[in-house]
């Protein structure tokens, strides 16, 4: 099956800077790559996706890219706000759904 | 409410005790989705079903855990035997088709053996 990698573990970052958090997967057939969002005791919710005919998608100060060739795709926030401080999980969907292990992001006012 | 609704939503066993959690999905959802997550961690994939179809079932998954979504409709998920390694949260999604799709979580589904 597909297997996720997510890097970093934890990320500290002050308020107003920018977050950036990688991961790469490693099934060329994955064509759908996810972010969830999960505060603490609350279910995971989408933040942004892209697919795999796109390569970068941006939402606000939410953005995506996507490297296929590479395998990788990233997560960047700008002018991050202490309410976003979060875990955040990248997936990769071939036809099922595999996560990343996490980022714990931390933004202090 | 329309979201995806998991039961019970905290389940205190003993060990060695059988659990059996329930999963409705979104109601025009084909595709269901049962995760593992423990704290800090991400969704750990268990298995998932195409309609009543399970298609795939993680290797990781011991024989003691069994699901079913007999219907195409909700789904269970069982545990017999439980250990205190299967302390976790469980988690189901659903989507409106397979691969592709958002994935939308219930609450889940906290598992404490003790």
């Known amino acids: 099956g597909e297997n996720v990698e997510q890097h970093p573990s934890t990320l500290s970052v002050q308020e107003g800077d920018s977050a950036v958090i990688k991961c790469t997967y490693s099934d060329s057939a994955s064509n759908y790559f996810p972010w969830y969002k999960q505060e603490l005791g609350k279910r995971p919710q989408l933040i942004i996706d892209i697919r795999s005919n796109v390569g970068e998608k941006k939402d606000q100060r939410i953005a995506v890219t996507l490297n296929k060739t590479a395998k990788h795709f990233s997560l960047h926030i700008t002018e991050t706000q202490p309410e976003d401080s979060a875990v955040y999980f990248c997936?990769?969907?071939?036809?099922?759904?595999?996560f990343g292990a996490g980022t714990r992001l931390t933004v202090k006012p | 409410d329309t979201g995806v609704s998991q039961n019970p939503r905290h389940k205190i066993t003993k060990r060695g005790q059988n659990v059996t959690f329930r999963c409705d999905p979104i109601?025009?959802?084909?595709?269901l989705y049962w995760y593992r997550q423990t704290l800090g961690q991400g969704p750990e994939f268990l298995t998932y079903?195409?309609?009543?179809?399970?298609l795939e079932k993680s290797r990781l998954l011991s024989d003691r855990f069994s699901a079913e979504r007999p219907k195409g409709s909700f789904s269970t998920l069982e545990i017999q035997r439980t250990e205190q390694g299967d302390s976790a949260m469980y988690l189901c999604?659903?989507?409106?088709w397979g691969g592709g799709t958002e994935a939308f979580f219930g609450q889940g589904t906290r598992l404490t053996v003790v």
């Open positions: 079903f195409q309609n009543e179809a399970q």
């Open positions: 999604a659903s989507s409106i």
């Open positions: 109601s025009e959802h084909n595709r």
């Open positions: 997936a990769a969907s071939p036809d099922d759904m595999r």
